[in-house]
């Protein structure tokens, strides 16, 4: 029901958009402009069909991967350049200005109206063209001796599926292996939708090694794509384990880590309730939850790092002010990168793929490399 919605609004902007410019270009553009909607609009709708029924019919005949991103491309592209217009129509019909005034913000409306062209392709260049490694030191109050400089490799929301390609995720364990990891962690969201290539998703992980195995969580979108047992017999097979709410323990030197992992926790739940009493106070407890807003419940029950993923980095971030804004900042305070409270700390991954939009400006895929260090 949000494809279809969300197509409805874009093909309606399509032809306002359209409607508009042809007013102002006159003949001979004029009939263009007025007949192109209904050349584009049906990629609209084919797009978020596309989208939509393989989750409700479950038929992987209807998943054509490039003709739904060209469809969700499209209406992003005509939607934002349809407010530009009317923005500056807005901006006209209020201000008293004079005609050059209103020339040159004509003028400047029409460079304005190419931009999300630009946006849009740019940010979906970005999301496709690679991961990045990043290395965090994560400084740890308190830190067993034989776990200062214990190496932590972190994959997350791979999203795999028609706009992200299993060749990031080859990158991406390429990446991780280099580094000859402890330990590696998978925090979930390897798919987005049922009919996914789940499968093709674990084959791809499956060559990760480390010191100590290869562990993870399941996120919102094995949910989504009821894919939560097939997620973690599939890693299972794979020499992968997911902790869906229990933990093992792990030893390094003299050091003892007790690693739990707790499926996705819904906003506004009884955070962390099936593993409140799993947390050891005579070990290094290290928590893998998909979502990080439940890092203070963490900390309130004794979990000593926390890593998480599923912001995507905000997927879309902007520099205002010396701060960065994006839209998972209005639902959760813990976005990108390391947090602390209490002397307890949480790392949330950037992870490598996109949801919604296959676009990412300013948060480029990323591979996790986080050393842990003693203060």
Known sequence: MTDSIAALIAVAAQFLLFRSLAGRAGSPWDRRLRTAPWITSPLIMTGAVLGFTPVVMGSPAWNLPWLRAAGVLVAM???GACLIEYAFRAIVRVAPVSEPRREFLRQ???ALIVSPVAFTGYGAYVAASGVAPREVRLE???LPKDLDGLRI???TDIHLSPYVNVRLVHQAVGMANEWRPNLVFLTGDFVSFANDPLEECLD???PLRSGAGVFGCLGNHEITADAETEATNGAARRGMRILRNKGTELRFGDALVNL???DYQRKGSDYLRRVAGLARPD???ILLSHNPDVFPRAVQLGYDLTISGHTHGGQVTVEYLNQYVNVAKFYTPYVDGRYELNEKALYVSRGLGTIGVP?????????SLIRLCAT
């Open 153 to 155: 490799a972190q994959i």
């Open 77 to 79: 592209v005509t939607t």
């Open 204 to 206: 791809a992980l499956a």
């Open 260 to 262: 739990v992992g707790v």
């Open 283 to 285: 070990r290094f407890n």
């Open 359 to 367: 676009v990412r400006l300013g948060v480029a895929p990323e591979v």
């Open 140 to 142: 740890i109050r308190g």
């Open 108 to 110: 400047g409306a029409n």
